[in-house]
Nanobody, 131 residues
């Protein structure tokens, strides 16, 4: 079955860290650009970080810049999102999604994933930041 599976969510105190994983099953991520998106209750989905299929470009939304880092390990067929200095407003369901052959337009993919026609979406992992 071709799918993306997120993991690593959970409950963390403000100021803490989590690392989310987005693992591909049934296909290789080598040529896929991957984005991390999140949706908090009552809010619209937000593209927070994307990495190009060539690893040459990354994008971070202002809300996470300087705190989150996206990376990929093609040998593990996985993309990661390292989240540091977490805040209560980071509480959301986090999703990853992928589309092949996006080299430079990663910000556009993050901002308008529907327009880009993402091939795969994961089912999400819940991150709760609370004391």
């Amino acid at each position: 079955q071709l799918q993306l599976v997120e993991s690593g969510g959970g409950l963390v105190q403000p100021g803490g860290s989590l690392r989310l994983s987005c693992a591909a099953s049934g296909f290789t991520l080598d040529y896929y650009a991957i984005g991390w998106f999140r949706q908090a209750p009552g809010k619209e989905r937000e593209g927070i970080s994307c990495i190009s299929s060539s690893d040459s470009s990354t994008y971070y939304a202002d809300s996470v810049k300087g705190r989150f880092t996206i990376s990929r390990d093609n040998a593990q067929n996985t993309v990661y999102l390292q989240m540091n200095s977490l805040k209560p407003e980071d509480t959301a369901v986090y999703y990853c999604a992928g589309r092949p052959n996006v080299i430079t337009a990663v910000q556009a993919m993050c901002d308008f994933p529907s327009s880009y026609g993402m091939d795969y979406w994961g089912k999400g992992t819940l991150v709760t930041v609370s004391s």
